[in-house]
């Protein structure tokens, strides 16, 4: 075997890894788990967005926390941005409870990787406790804009669980 066939081949597996792992993201491809602490923690596909400033980008990825009350979660998340002077914008976990139809969500700053007054970037508060049952959750960020916020070009990360 030539050294130009062992790279090709190295090429081909590695094209094919990436492929099958955007596949999952685009698809929307999340386990379904829960945030009882009892229960595993579920997954949210990637959030791909971009980023206010020349040439940002960011990659988020979120999973859910066990809070003490019952149906209700908490989201942490993990960003990995690019690009230089990138600018503040907000992300918005959305929720809506399949079971019993209620949906709300929650908006939190960004600043470059942090999740700006939340400690180890963990989002919780009023608007994440979508009670017992089924959820389905999703990501999506906007850029502070004066008069209106704009939606940021992303494509959002999403997970379904269910609360106990």
Known sequence: ????NVSLQQFTFRTGV?????????SGFAGTSGANPTDPV??????????????CAAIINAETVAQPQSGVFGLRV??????????????????RNVDT??????SQRVEGTTVVGLPDNVIT??????GAGKVEAWIDTYSEVYPQNVDLEHIAGRA?????
């Open 101 to 106: 139809g209620l949906t709300s969500g929650q």
């Open 78 to 95: 993990k960003i990995t941005q690019t690009g230089e002077f990138c600018g503040a914008y907000h992300v918005t976990v959305h929720w």
């Open 42 to 55: 579920a997954q949210f596909t990637p959030t791909l967005t971009r980023v206010p400033g020349p040439n």
């Open 125 to 130: 508060g009023m608007g994440m406790g979508p």
């Open 1 to 4: 075997m030539s050294l130009k």
């Open 160 to 164: 379904t669980f269910t609360l106990a």
């Open 18 to 26: 990436v492929a099958a792992a955007m596949v999952a993201a685009w």
